[in-house]
């Protein structure tokens, strides 16, 4: 599946994918902050064709309401009684595109949803399907018109990732051609809600050593400790790192985390996650997360 999406729709955004794919493995969300018309919402309904799940889309704005997403009760006159109306939010795969446009009121409307994967309104607590992934996009927080996420609702995110420009050869391509949206409609399915669930009880399975765990470990407490950090890795955080190294030895053809599995993947779990100290901005975490990987050295096992 990895194959043929890199191959034949998404040249050039072989990462994101790979993190996106992960995410759905482990049944966490994703969060792609990046600039608009790099392909973040591209990846998100490739995603949602070649799986064959049910796909839900909000735009975000700052009159977005959190019924808009989740979905209200409406007034039946022949039956005298209100029936729920369901949001888009009860889909497989939603995409909330520009998330931190939306109104913090309406930003929290998620947490629950992505935390406990229901939805409680009016008293009655309405389940979400399985699986059920978020795909949020975001602009830059210097852009005009953004609402900074809160810790809370980014820590509900298990991956946070950019998409970044593609090479020179390959946006010539992208420019000649003029996108893929169109042929995104015609995707064959390769997998069935069946192989995700089973592949995800795999997932579990994938064998995490005391060395790794170790290692685990050493990565979050030095994030506690650090001089530039006010608030490091939480324990969420760290089983989060453990589960997504886990998938990508899955992915790897593996039935055991390596130490590369952590090392390569702790940037995109644990960065957004880190609160700086002082005139420390959101943009200095990413350079000192990885000062800190690089000074733990990886166990040899």
Excluded: W
Aim: aromatic share 6%.
């Amino acid at each position: 599946m990895l194959d043929t999406l890199s191959r034949d729709y998404l040249q050039g955004k072989e990462d994101v994918l790979k993190l996106s794919v992960i995410a759905l493995l482990t049944g966490g969300h994703i969060l792609i902050e990046d600039l608009p018309g790099l392909g973040k919402t591209t990846v998100a309904l490739a995603l949602a064709g070649v799986t064959g799940l049910s796909f839900g889309r909000v735009q975000c704005t700052s009159d977005l309401l959190p019924s808009d997403i989740t979905g209200l009760s409406i007034f039946n006159r022949d039956s005298g009684q209100f029936t729920f109306q369901p949001g888009p939010i009860f889909s497989n795969i939603v995409l909330l595109d520009e998330i931190n446009r939306a109104m913090p009121r309406t930003q929290s409307a998620m947490l629950e949803a992505m935390e406990e994967r229901r939805v409680t309104l009016e008293g009655v607590t309405h389940h979400l399907p399985d699986p059920f992934m978020v795909f949020a996009t975001q602009n830059p927080s210097d852009q005009s018109g953004t609402f900074l996420l809160p810790e809370s609702q980014l820590d509900r995110f298990l991956l946070c990732t950019g998409i970044g420009y593609p090479s020179e050869h390959l946006e010539k391509e992208i420019i000649a051609s003029g996108g893929i949206r169109e042929r995104l409609s015609d995707m064959t399915q390769l997998v069935t809600t069946d192989d995700i669930l089973a592949a995800r009880k795999v997932v579990q399975e994938v064998y995490l050593s005391e060395k790794v765990l170790g290692y685990i470990y050493q990565l979050v407490l030095a994030t506690r400790s650090h001089k530039l950090i006010q608030t490091g890795i939480s324990t969420r955080g760290a089983i989060n790192l453990a589960l997504v190294a886990k998938a990508a030895a899955f992915l790897a053809g593996r039935d055991y985390v390596a130490p590369e599995d952590v090392k390569n993947f702790a940037v995109a779990v644990c960065c957004h996650r880190l609160v700086m100290k002082g005139e420390m901005s959101a943009s200095d975490r990413g350079g000192v997360l990885r000062t800190i990987i690089a000074d733990i050295a990886l166990p040899l096992v």
